[in-house]
Nanobody, 120 residues
Framework: EVQLVESGGGLVQAGGSLRLSCAASGFTFDDYAIGWFRQAPGKEREGVSCISSSDGSTYYADSVKGRFTISSDNAKNTVYLQMNSLKPEDTAVYYC?????????????WGQGTQVTVSS
Protein backbone atom coordinates (compact mmCIF):
# COMPACT_ATOMS: atom_id res chain seq x y z
CA GLU A 1 0.00 0.00 0.00
CA VAL A 2 1.35 3.39 -1.01
CA GLN A 3 1.55 5.89 1.82
CA LEU A 4 2.80 9.43 2.12
CA VAL A 5 2.68 10.77 5.65
CA GLU A 6 3.42 14.41 6.39
CA SER A 7 4.48 15.66 9.80
CA GLY A 8 6.11 18.66 11.41
CA GLY A 9 3.42 21.25 10.97
CA GLY A 10 2.34 23.55 13.76
CA LEU A 11 1.95 27.11 14.96
CA VAL A 12 4.92 29.44 14.69
CA GLN A 13 5.46 33.19 14.88
CA ALA A 14 6.44 35.17 11.82
CA GLY A 15 10.16 34.90 11.25
CA GLY A 16 10.30 31.44 12.77
CA SER A 17 11.11 28.07 11.25
CA LEU A 18 9.54 24.67 10.81
CA ARG A 19 10.73 21.47 9.18
CA LEU A 20 8.15 19.31 7.47
CA SER A 21 8.74 15.63 6.80
CA CYS A 22 7.17 13.40 4.18
CA ALA A 23 7.66 9.70 4.93
CA ALA A 24 7.00 7.46 1.94
CA SER A 25 6.31 3.74 1.69
CA GLY A 26 4.85 1.23 -0.73
CA PHE A 27 6.81 2.29 -3.84
CA THR A 28 10.39 2.52 -5.09
CA PHE A 29 11.34 5.83 -3.54
CA ASP A 30 14.50 6.32 -5.64
CA ASP A 31 12.44 6.34 -8.86
CA TYR A 32 10.08 9.12 -7.79
CA ALA A 33 10.10 12.88 -7.56
CA ILE A 34 8.54 14.24 -4.38
CA GLY A 35 6.80 17.56 -4.35
CA TRP A 36 5.39 19.84 -1.67
CA PHE A 37 2.19 21.75 -2.22
CA ARG A 38 0.11 24.01 -0.04
CA GLN A 39 -3.45 25.20 0.05
CA ALA A 40 -4.73 28.11 2.09
CA PRO A 41 -8.44 28.58 2.85
CA GLY A 42 -10.26 29.95 -0.16
CA LYS A 43 -7.22 29.65 -2.41
CA GLU A 44 -6.09 27.21 -5.05
CA ARG A 45 -3.46 24.62 -4.34
CA GLU A 46 0.04 25.95 -5.00
CA GLY A 47 3.18 24.05 -5.86
CA VAL A 48 5.92 24.94 -3.38
CA SER A 49 8.92 22.76 -4.15
CA CYS A 50 9.99 19.48 -5.69
CA ILE A 51 13.00 17.19 -5.60
CA SER A 52 13.92 14.41 -7.94
CA SER A 53 15.14 11.44 -5.91
CA SER A 54 17.16 10.17 -8.89
CA ASP A 55 19.46 13.15 -9.41
CA GLY A 56 18.54 15.52 -6.62
CA SER A 57 17.30 18.29 -8.90
CA THR A 58 15.27 20.80 -6.94
CA TYR A 59 12.63 23.37 -7.85
CA TYR A 60 11.02 26.16 -5.85
CA ALA A 61 8.13 28.53 -6.25
CA ASP A 62 9.25 32.15 -6.45
CA SER A 63 7.32 32.88 -3.25
CA VAL A 64 9.56 30.58 -1.19
CA LYS A 65 12.95 30.82 -2.92
CA GLY A 66 15.68 31.66 -0.48
CA ARG A 67 13.53 30.73 2.52
CA PHE A 68 12.58 27.08 1.98
CA THR A 69 14.92 24.18 1.32
CA ILE A 70 13.88 20.73 0.14
CA SER A 71 16.05 17.69 0.79
CA SER A 72 15.79 13.94 0.56
CA ASP A 73 17.09 11.10 2.70
CA ASN A 74 16.76 8.11 0.42
CA ALA A 75 17.89 5.72 3.17
CA LYS A 76 14.84 6.78 5.19
CA ASN A 77 12.47 7.24 2.24
CA THR A 78 11.79 10.70 3.56
CA VAL A 79 11.75 14.17 2.04
CA TYR A 80 12.06 17.27 4.18
CA LEU A 81 10.99 20.85 3.68
CA GLN A 82 12.94 23.26 5.85
CA MET A 83 10.98 26.49 6.10
CA ASN A 84 12.75 29.56 7.45
CA SER A 85 11.73 33.20 7.76
CA LEU A 86 8.10 32.16 7.77
CA LYS A 87 5.45 34.72 6.91
CA PRO A 88 1.74 34.81 7.73
CA GLU A 89 1.05 34.22 4.04
CA ASP A 90 2.78 30.84 4.35
CA THR A 91 -0.18 29.66 6.45
CA ALA A 92 -1.76 26.68 4.70
CA VAL A 93 -2.17 22.94 4.73
CA TYR A 94 0.98 21.46 3.28
CA TYR A 95 0.85 18.27 1.26
CA CYS A 96 3.53 16.07 -0.22
CA UNK A 97 3.04 14.11 -3.41
CA UNK A 98 4.97 11.51 -5.38
CA UNK A 99 5.53 11.52 -9.15
CA UNK A 100 6.58 8.28 -10.82
CA UNK A 101 7.96 10.04 -13.91
CA UNK A 102 10.60 11.71 -11.77
CA UNK A 103 9.95 15.04 -13.46
CA UNK A 104 7.88 16.75 -10.75
CA UNK A 105 4.66 16.50 -12.79
CA UNK A 106 2.13 14.89 -12.82
CA UNK A 107 1.72 13.35 -9.39
CA UNK A 108 0.50 9.84 -8.68
CA UNK A 109 0.14 9.77 -4.90
CA TRP A 110 -0.77 12.33 -2.27
CA GLY A 111 -0.50 12.60 1.48
CA GLN A 112 -3.17 13.84 3.85
CA GLY A 113 -1.50 17.11 4.71
CA THR A 114 -0.16 18.92 7.75
CA GLN A 115 -1.30 22.34 8.95
CA VAL A 116 1.17 25.20 9.14
CA THR A 117 0.01 28.39 10.82
CA VAL A 118 2.20 31.47 10.99
CA SER A 119 1.07 34.19 13.36
CA SER A 120 1.94 37.84 12.86
Amino acid sequence: EVQLVESGGGLVQAGGSLRLSCAASGFTFDDYAIGWFRQAPGKEREGVSCISSSDGSTYYADSVKGRFTISSDNAKNTVYLQMNSLKPEDTAVYYCAADGSGRCFPYDYWGQGTQVTVSS
